[in-house]
């Protein structure tokens, strides 16, 4: 008997802490917390007002911006290409038109052509 009444005082137990739980919910008036959109295709499905928009775009145009600025100072873009540099890409350029000019294409059967004496239509 003693073992029913505890089983039945714990089951009342839960039942009356979830029944809280489901009450406090119900009743509470707290703001739930929402992101604000930032990509355009967020914007567009949310039906943000067009002035709403053109804020979010420049807020991202700037700040692409200023991902791009960075970029171009750590790499040093705006700078010119080294002599060096200049030189070892003509060099190559030379090279690889050399080796490219010697070869007759003519005579010789490419990677992916099949050879003249086995076209696809004469195979069967």
Known sequence: MKQVISSLRK?????LVGFMFL???AFSFVNIAQAD???PE?????????GQN???VRNAQSKLKGAADNIREKLNLDEDTP???KEFLKDAKDRVGGAVGNQSTESR???????PSKQLRDRT
Request: charged share 15%; glycine share 12%.
């Open 37 to 39: 959109v930032t990509t």
């Open 11 to 15: 089951i009342m137990v839960v039942f």
């Open 109 to 115: 059967e490419g990677y992916y052509q099949n050879p």
């Open 83 to 85: 002599r060096a540099t």
């Open 54 to 56: 053109d804020n979010q």
């Open 23 to 25: 009450l406090g919910q």
């Open 42 to 50: 967020g914007i567009y499905y949310k039906g943000v007002p067009e």
